[in-house]
C-alpha cells in the first residue's frame, strides 16, 4: 500500500498491459533516456488510459496469450473478468 505525502491517502493505480512487437531505444545527448516505440506501446497507453482505478486491463490479444497457460490443481493461472466493450480511440 502507497501512500502519497501530501494527503496520505491509498494511490488508485490504473494499469494496463498489451503484448506485441516494439522498438527501444537511448533517446537525447543531453539527458538522455530510454524510450519503447510501436503500436504495442501505443495500445497498452489506451488500455492504462480507459482502465478502472486499482485494476489491471489487458487485451484481447494478451488474454488469448495468457489463457494458453496450463491451468493448476487449486485453479486458473491467472483470473479474469470481462468488462465488455471499452471504446478507445
Do not use: W
Request: proline share 8%; charged share 20%.
Amino acid at each position: 500500500l502507497v501512500k502519497p505525502p501530501a494527503d496520505g491517502k491509498p494511490l488508485q493505480l490504473r494499469i494496463g498491459i498489451h503484448t506485441g512487437h516494439c522498438m527501444g531505444g537511448v533517446v537525447g545527448t543531453l539527458t538522455p533516456h530510454y524510450c519503447l516505440f510501436g503500436d504495442m506501446v501505443n495500445t497498452t497507453s489506451r488500455h492504462e488510459s480507459t482502465g478502472a482505478a486499482g485494476k489491471i486491463q489487458c487485451s484481447k490479444d494478451l488474454y488469448e496469450h495468457l489463457a494458453e497457460f496450463p491451468a493448476e490443481s487449486q485453479g486458473p493461472l491467472y483470473k479474469f473478468t470481462p468488462r465488455g466493450y471499452v471504446e478507445m480511440k
